[in-house]
């Protein structure tokens, strides 16, 4: 049997992210102990983080117990990637104490690297291209709220980063339209909008425009301006995307029943006002939730849940 990883959505075939989804609804206890051995004591998860995380940290190590698991917190300084010791090292050395190993970096490379050289499943945390797990909770809290995604059009309003690229893979896979409003220099290149569409039978368009990008809309996502490690750019970046807050005149814009979302944490006055964030439409509590649930989900089927 092949060992799988998650390091992107599109590691998952159309299927699969559908099968994903679908494990991520089920109750935990019918999922079994995927992280238990054979004679009941559980195996570890080795959870690294270069970067802090509230959600990612709880939700992770929350479905590994309930998995039948045990998780290992560890900060990136302990292990030290290609520091104190190399990724591949680290990555052998991880496998002969654990289940599944799980990483939250810096660099893309990092994750690669692990998968390369692990014996156990790798889950991508969060890089700096790619975040599945929130784009599978993403998908997870849509599919809950409105049954299916395919048809359905999702706006993302501002930076176009990690978030926003697994958002759009797990949207076109899944047959919904994209649609992007990022401004210059902070946009989806052509051969990113063209891999996007390549992906499934959903659609993709971009414009600098939030109006356009909202405009009958069944969902409306943001992020911060300001991600981890762009401290240095903050000023720069809090004139670009001014003209980008999800606002209440532009969600009135989107479809009657349109839901607002956003991974968190979020910042009131600067990419979504506080009455808009806080208010009936807003989702961003189930979609943190949800967090628990698509990480559960996606462990359960690399470890070969049916």
């Known amino acids: 049997m092949s060992i799988r990883s998650l390091l992107n959505v599109t590691d998952l075939s159309v299927d699969e992210l559908a099968t994903v989804l679908k494990l991520s609804q089920r109750e935990p206890a019918s999922l079994g102990r995927p992280l ?37 917190y560890t900060r990136g300084e302990e292990v030290g990637f290609d520091t104190r010791e190399p990724v ?17 970096v810096f660099s893309h490379s990092v994750v690669e690297r692990l998968r390369a050289s692990c014996s156990v499943p790798v889950v991508n945390m969060l890089s700096d291209v790619s975040h599945p797990l929130q784009g599978l909770a993403d998908a997870l809290t849509m599919v809950n709220e409105f049954g299916v995604l395919a048809g359905r059009t999702v706006a993302y309003v501002g930076d176009y980063n990690n978030v926003a690229r697994s958002l759009g893979e797990v949207c076109v896979m899944s047959g919904a339209h994209y649609r992007l409003a990022c401004p210059v220099g902070y946009d989806a290149s052509d ?16 414009s600098t425009d939030p109006v356009v990008a909202v405009r009958g809309a069944h969902a409306v996502h943001t992020d911060t301006w300001v991600s981890m490690g762009q401290e240095a750019e903050k000023a720069e970046r809090l004139g670009i995307f001014g003209a980008y807050t999800v606002t209440e005149s532009l969600m009135s814009r989107a479809s009657g029943d349109a839901v607002f979302m956003h991974c968190l944490p979020a910042y009131r006055g600067y990419e979504v006002e506080a009455s808009v964030i806080d208010g009936a439409a807003s989702r961003v509590i189930e979609q943190g939730h949800n967090r628990l649930h698509s990480a559960r989900g996606a462990m359960a089927f690399l470890l070969g849940v049916k």
Not at 42 to 65: C, D, Q, W, Y
Not at 88 to 104: K, N, P, T
Not at 191 to 206: C, F, H, I, K, N
Request: hydrophobic fraction near 40%.
């Open 36 to 72: 238990a051995s054979s004679s009941g004591l559980p195996l570890g998860a080795a959870l690294i983080f270069e970067k802090p995380s509230n959600r990612t940290r709880h939700s992770m190590e929350m479905a590994v117990v309930q998995l039948g698991g045990h998780p290992v």
């Open 88 to 104: 591949e090292d680290i990555g052998r050395i991880l496998s002969g104490y654990h289940g599944i190993v799980a990483a939250r």
């Open 191 to 206: 051969d990113e909008l063209a891999r996007l569409s390549s992906l499934g039978a959903g659609s993709v368009e971009q």
